[in-house]
């Protein structure tokens, strides 16, 4: 089940106090954006989303501002195996629905995906601490095929 978190600026303020974060305008807007969205941004989703309200920020600036958030928890990034990196901001359990058509990224909660286990044979000697699953396939709007307007005969 999907718990997004709370996001009052103290909310905020106190989660970055909480991970030795400095809280800046820019920091603040990058993460409100998304804690907003389900989307998985990229990197330049999250830049145009961001930068008309601070016109001199730089897509260096959020790469930067996102490792800070990556490297503290506050975020992860969604492994893709083509595109762009995409990131996500819910931090729940949760695995992901992947569109080959279209790109878009869906959040999964499965409790039975969150039980999986494997024996200790098939790890290689991994210590394995967590899993993710993906789904890969079409989504609904890429499987549903688009009429096309026939061209009108006069």
């Given at each position: 089940m ?29 993460y ?17 989303a ?26 992860a ?7 762009a ?35 200790a ?6 210590l ?27």
């Open positions: 999907n718990t997004r978190m709370k996001s009052t600026p103290a909310d905020v303020r106190q989660r970055f106090r909480e991970k030795g974060l400095k809280l800046t305008p820019q920091r603040y807007a990058i409100e954006m998304m804690i907003h969205t389900d989307s998985h941004p990229t990197v330049e989703d999250i830049y145009h961001v930068q008309p309200m601070f016109p001199m920020l730089s897509l260096n600036t959020v790469y930067y501002t996102l490792t800070s958030l990556k490297k503290a928890g506050l975020i990034d969604v492994p893709v195996q083509e595109g990196a995409r990131f996500d901001a819910n931090m729940d359990r949760h695995h992901h629905l992947v569109c080959l058509k279209c790109r878009k990224i869906e959040d999964l909660y499965d409790d039975a995906l969150d039980q999986l286990k494997i024996s044979k098939s790890t290689n000697g991994y394995v601490e967590s899993h993710r699953v993906e789904f890969r396939g079409y989504c609904s709007e890429c499987r549903t095929p688009r009429r096309r307007s026939k061209p009108k005969v006069r």
